[in-house]
Structure formats: structure tokens, C-alpha cells
């Protein structure tokens, strides 16, 4: 479902702007000049931060909760039509204020599980940061773990 609203905004990119820029790597001139467009281009593809704050509506459910920390999955809105996924640990018995990370997974697919499974091959290291008492945030990137395109 995830992965589905970032193909739609792939194609919605791609059909209304890249087209505007077609490669043209001919000489080495027609080469810097297609550059300089496309990447005037991507800057108004990516466009100015929002001025108006996102209504994120987290969705909070709790997955495990263990001595050391409580494990939740977040399901929030990033930019209209695109929600993303992320675990929050929070240590048990903890004062405020609490030492955050943010904990982001390499290039396999399983996401942000890879970051709190220890037999991954990250090792776990959000889970082992949460159980020395720092709250982690662990998000699932774009194309990765239930943000998966869907052909994978």
C-alpha cells in the first residue's frame, strides 16, 4: 500500500516534469546544457519546504515491549497522498530529557526491522541503542520494508 502511493508519485513527476528535459549527451555543450536544465528542473521537481505544517496523524500501535523498552509501529503522512512507516523505541524508566537517535537501515529490504532484528545484518544496533536508554527512531525508507515498490 505504502510502496503504491510513491509509484503514483513517481509517475505524477515523471509525466507532468522530467519529460521537459530530455537527455542529451551528443557533444559535450548539448551534455552541460541538458545538465543545467535538469537540474533546475529537480530543484523545482523538489520544490521550496512546505510554509504550511504537516497534519502528520500518527497512528500508534504497540508491537513488543520487553524490560529494557517499548517498541511501537508509526504509520504518519509525510506530504499529501504519501504515508511512512517507522518503529519508535522508548526506554522504560527513563527521565526526560532522553537522548534520541535517528536510526536509518542500509540497502537490504527488510527496512526498519533490520534495524531492531539482532539477527540481521545491522546487528539489531537501534535495539541495542534503545536498551542502553536512548529513544530510537527507526523509519522504513522509500522503497524499503512496507514502503517497498510493489514489484519489489
Known sequence: ?????IVQLYHSIVETDTRQTP???STRT????????????LLSILGEMPLEPVDFDVRRETV???????RER????????????????????????VPAVLCLHGHSSGGKDEVV???????????????????VLAPDQIGFG???????
Open 1 to 5: 500500500m505504502y510502496g503504491e502511493q
Open 23 to 25: 537527455f542529451d549527451a
Open 30 to 41: 548539448d551534455f552541460l546544457t541538458w545538465q543545467r536544465k535538469a537540474r533546475r528542473r
Open 64 to 70: 513488543e515491549e520487553t524490560e529494557q523498552f517499548t
Open 74 to 97: 508509526l504509520v504518519y503522512w509525510t506530504r499529501p497522498d504519501v504515508q511512512a512507516t517507522a518503529y519508535l523505541l522508548t526506554p522504560r524508566g527513563v527521565q526526560d530529557p
Open 117 to 135: 532484528d539482532p539477527t540481521s545484518q545491522y546487528r539489531g544496533f537501534g535495539r541495542r541503542l534503545a536498551e542502553q536508554g536512548l529513544v
Open 146 to 152: 512496507e514502503r517497498k515498490l510493489p514489484e519489489g
